[in-house]
């Protein structure tokens, strides 16, 4: 399995399936029993994506956020089994059960007697601009220079784009051709230009591997990496072929080209 998903694209495809499933469709039942209490009766009216979350506005005003976490999904159960490492289940009034599968337990659930204080919560309140929908260069220029991190660890920041996370931001800044180790502070207009352009590519390539919603084979244990950069140290960059290297910037790993991205002017220390 490809470490560090979901990203936006994922979210995105799991969300086109949470909605084939639920809206206009009632929660007759939930478990744990702490959601059926909450859930059971309401229909799902919309859903739409803020960031990494997935936001569903219910019947009677309420709202439920579902964040995959690291390595979350939303799955249909297939007659009476269940998915492995189902955390949570929706019983739909179509009689589908949809079911929200989570591995490592690092996603979230949260359902709220009204869609605003949903998005009042303080994990959704502070999503920044949509990473491929509202991507605004002044915002960004904003950002940078407001702060001393580098480049990768700022647009990997939920409050300053939201949805890019460490496999898409690795790929646009290989895209863009900028070292992931620049201070965020260095980047000049040219190059943030770059950079905007290999975010958006970096995502519509991601989405790209969903054409009909499904889960793409390489968030499976070991199916191929259709990544240029990440998790590919040691390899040749596709671009010029020399070899890729690895580096940890804020506790997360990196791949990048030493001869592609070069270094403006790295984080002091």
Known sequence: ????????????????????WCVGRRITGARPAALARRLAGREVKAVERRGKWM???LGGGAGLGLHLGMTGKIARAEGDVLPRFTR???????GGRVCFVDLRRFGRIRAEPSYEALLRRPEIAAIGPDALHAL?????????ASTSRTVKETIMDQRVLGGLGNIYAAEALWRARIHPATAARAIDAPALRA????IRWALRRGLREFPKGEVPAYVEEGAPNPFFVYARAGE??????ARLQGMV??????VFCPRCQ????????
């Open 1 to 20: 399995m490809i470490g560090g998903m979901p990203e936006l694209p994922e979210v995105e495809a799991n969300l086109r399936n949470f909605a084939a």
């Open 55 to 57: 936001l569903a506005r």
């Open 88 to 94: 949570a289940v929706f019983e739909m009034s179509d």
């Open 136 to 144: 605004d260069l002044r915002h960004l220029r904003e950002a940078f």
């Open 195 to 198: 950079l905007a352009r290999g």
């Open 236 to 241: 040749p960059c596709r671009r010029c072929r």
């Open 249 to 254: 910037l804020g506790g997360r790993s990196t």
């Open 262 to 269: 070069l270094s403006r002017r790295s984080q002091p220390g």
